[in-house]
Structure formats: C-alpha cells, structure tokens
C-alpha cells in the first residue's frame, strides 16, 4: 500500500518558473529539419516537449523526429529522412536564475541497446529525463522506441529492444521541489490492459512521462494510452495484444503546478480533430503532457504498419479547451489519448 507524498507550503522563494512559451513550425516536405525562433532563454533552464503530427508513410525516417533547444533563442526539430509535412506544436518550460532547478541536454548516437550517457551529478530523487529520437531504419519495427532511465546519479540509460544506430536527444530535468517517482511494468504478450501500482499522489499535482520498448511494428500492438488513472494506479490500455510491451514511468509531482485533466480523449473514424473542453487554465502558462514525448501516438485499432492515422499534435486553443489533430490516412480508424493538461501559473 502507498502512502501519500507530503508537498510543501510554496513559498515565493520555492517560485521557480520564469517563463512557459509555445509555438508551431512545420518541416515541409524535401526537408531533414527545421528551426523556430523563441524569446531568449538559458538553455541550461529550459527544457522543451512537443507532439507533431506526421506524413503519411511507413518510413521510420521520414516520421520520427528529434526535437531540441538548441540554443539559447532556437529550436531545431530533425528527422533522418525528407519525405512528406510535419506540423509540430511545441511547449518550453524555463526556470528562474535564483532557482536550483536545471537542465542538462546530449544528444547521443545509440551504440548499442543499452546506451549510458554520462551526466553531471543530480538527485534522482528530483529528476526525470526526456528523449525524442530520429530513426535509421527505414522500415517500421524493433528499433522505433526507446526507454530512458537515470540508472545513477550520473548517468542516463537509453535503452532499445533491437539495435539501431539512432540519434537521440536527452534534456535530464532537475527541481529541487518535484519529487519523481520510477516505475517499470510490462505488459504481457495476450494483454490489453496492465496496472501499475504507484505511491499514493494528488491527481491535480502529477505528471507522467512515459517510454518503454517494443519488439512489434503494427500499431494495434504497441500503441497504448497510459494515464495516472487514480493516485494509486497508472493505467495502459491498447487495442490489440500481439507482443509483450515494457515500459518506465517517471510520475512527476510538484506544489507549483495544477494538473487539470488526466482521462482519455477519444478520435472517432474518419475525425481528424477534437476539441475538448470543460477545463479551465491560463493559456500562456499551460504545457500539454501525453507521455511519450515527441512522437506521442493514439492507441488505435489500426493493424496497418502505417503511422498517418496514429500520431497526433496537441495544443492549448483556450482557456477551457485543448485540441488535437492528426493527419489522415488509408484506412482512417478510431483512436484515443490520454493527455494532461499543466497549468505552471502557480510557479510563476
């Protein structure tokens, strides 16, 4: 049985948020990258998260893409192919100088299925890592997902079921009043639904980052949804049953922040957008988490090693509402997400 975690009174000292920007920027077709221009930030404080929607391909290298801060006013999204639009909706968080909070950004070519990556040294305690990642193979499969876990203070492990030479960017996110929580689960070949048990949290003051590994390349198999269902459990749902799956969670809770929506959102066949609302955020503070950073796809029912129907942008189109869109392809199929909507107002 968990017990819940105690977060402190918020001080104005314990303030760490400067700033919370967004934008969109499109890699259009022909092109490996692209870059968008930000408010000047310190990199070494920021980190950044993004969903994007993709072409209509099977082709790894055209799909998946890499996103970073590249420096202090730029952002590059980069993909190993050239072929087709993508349309990327992207979040950066900045922490204030007087704050301890920090962030420490690689990008590193796998070498192997077990990658470390040396870091300084931070609190695990504190800290979660994020990594989007652009593919070699031009073939969908094996090689598509990676895991990411600080195995030690200092050193980050990115891990693949089968070995590609990817490229991965790593931001390792540090605060000294989050407190992160790691769990690794997996679920069974036969399973379309596995349930974690975590440590009591405050369902309005959590965030979850997810990565795992897979050794399938259709859909149905590997796409799952998971969510902080309760303070006790995340939840991972998918269509079909096909492959064993496993994952890692970083459950993230903090005082200077509210969590507004943990439930899935649902995209029927032949729907493109959604729009959902009857929350309520400040527009300009508020990022959009939905596990997998990056490439953050649908559970959907689709057996086609196609990934047009699959993965979805999302972005804050209100004070009460956010919107997710997705690129249609053939077969167009149902799907559904599970997002959390961050309000940082609090830290600011």
Known sequence: MGFPHV?????????CIEMVQQGEVELTDGNSSVTDAIVSVTKNK?????????????????????????NNTTLTFSRTGTSGNCTIRWFVVTFKAT??????????????????VA???????????????????????????HSAQLTSPTNLQIGLNTFGANTVNSQVVYHPHWTVSVYTDSAAAGDLQEDTAISS???????????????????ANEYFRNRVRTPTEIRAQRVASGVAVDFIYHVVEGNDFVSTRQNNTTMPVSTATVVTGGLSHNVNNTVI???????SQ???????????????????????????ERTFGNP????SGDFIIVDFTKGI
């Open 7 to 15: 977060m402190p009174w918020l001080s104005q000292s314990d303030k």
């Open 201 to 219: 949290v405050d369902l309005t003051k959590v965030f979850l980052i997810v990565s795992g590994t897979t050794p399938n390349v259709y859909q």
């Open 46 to 70: 920021s980190f950044m998260v993004f969903t994007y929607k993709g072409p209509s391909d099977n082709n790894p290298q055209n799909v998946f893409l890499m996103g970073e801060i590249t």
């Open 289 to 295: 988490f939905m596990g997998k950073i990056g490439w």
């Open 298 to 324: 649908l559970a959907t029912d689709n057996g086609n090693p196609n990934y047009n129907n699959n993965g979805v942008m999302a972005w804050i189109s209100s004070g009460t509402e956010f919107t997710i």
């Open 119 to 145: 870091i300084s040294s931070v609190n695990v305690t504190n800290s979660f890592p994020i990594i989007s990642y652009k593919c070699l193979s031009t073939l969908p499969g094996n090689t598509d997902y």
């Open 99 to 116: 704050c301890s909070a920090s962030v420490q950004h690689n990008t590193t070519v796998m070498a192997s299925v077990a990658q470390n």
């Open 332 to 335: 167009s199929v149902s799907g």
